[in-house]
């Protein structure tokens, strides 16, 4: 049955797309943007990624799909090394540019944070250039987003990890959406995750509030995972040497697992959903 609704799903999404390139003077040439923060590390970029835009060209083939990167710093690093990546303004009035008015944006981001409300006031620039401009969820958006997010997460990593905790660690952020986090790590506590954890790079929990919890759980062994789309420099750097060194230090037993959000499937299926639900807000 729950194939049958999503192969429908995306029958809609096909048919919606051709109607509306079939449009005359090109009012209905329609294309999809995925936006990413962007990595320089290639091998994470082609799990993550590059996977995620194959499979929204897979499932909207009659859809012209692009992407842009929100990061100037990992423009100009890839730019160094040949690789050449465009900003999302600079895609957006490219694609304006080349007749396409209808353009629906589905970022990677995970939180609506300070990156989707700075995308978000680019679209708006962009709709003044007389294009039809919708802008997609992130991963964690709604309630019902984040109980999926903690399902699909909870059961992947109760399975493939022996480690008595589990932590999930983000980027976090100043602004108030940083607060999903705190929704997130709830949701893994009333979801019979209890040795779950959600903490935060730049936020709050952060690693001072998770390494208590461990101390008082008298905790052995414990798994460090990237809560990021892609497991980049933070999840190397910040994960992967200091989070882990410091927990070792702290007595802890402590394996790292390098899995970008972006190279599991299901997820990926979500952001793929929200990119449909903003199509389906089009028409």
């Known amino acids: 049955m729950k194939q049958t609704v999503i192969f429908i799903a995306i029958l809609a999404i096909l048919v919606s797309c051709k109607n509306t390139k079939d449009t005359q003077d090109n009012d209905g040439k329609a294309a999809i943007l995925m936006v990413h923060f962007g990595t320089s590390h290639d091998d994470t970029r ?27 710093v990992i423009i100009k690093i890839l730019k160094k090394r040949g690789i050449e ?26 939180i609506p944070g300070k990156e989707y409300k700075e995308l978000a006031l680019e679209a708006q620039r962009a709709r ?59 949701m893994f506590q009333s979801g019979g995750y209890e040795n779950f954890h959600v903490a935060t790079i730049e936020g709050f929990p952060g690693f001072d509030q998770v390494l208590a919890l461990l101390q008082k759980s008298k905790a052995g062994k414990v798994t460090l995972v ?3 789309f892609v497991a980049g420099d933070h999840a190397l750097n910040d994960i992967s040497e200091d989070w882990k060194k410091q927990l070792q230090g702290n007595g802890f037993q402590v394996d790292v ?26 028409e």
């Open 46 to 72: 082609t799990l993550t990624i590059d996977a995620i835009n194959a499979k929204a060209k897979e499932a909207f083939q009659e859809c012209d799909v692009f992407e842009a990167y929100t990061s100037s």
């Open 85 to 110: 990546k465009s900003s999302p303004r600079e895609m957006l009035e490219k694609l304006i540019a080349e007749g396409y008015k209808n353009i629906y944006i589905q970022p990677t981001h995970i």
């Open 226 to 228: 990237p809560f990021m």
């Open 128 to 186: 003044q250039l007389s294009a039809n401009i919708i802008l997609g969820e992130p991963l964690l958006y709604s309630i019902e987003d984040c109980q999926k997010v903690t399902d699909i997460l909870g059961s992947r990593h109760a399975q493939d990890s022996p480690s008595d905790h589990v932590v999930l660690v983000g980027h976090g952020t100043e602004d108030p959406a940083n607060a999903l986090y705190c929704q997130a790590d709830y």
């Open 257 to 282: 697992k390098l899995e970008g959000l972006g190279q599991i499937p299901e997820i990926q299926d979500l952001y793929i959903r929200h990119l449909k639900e903003a199509i389906d807000i089009a």
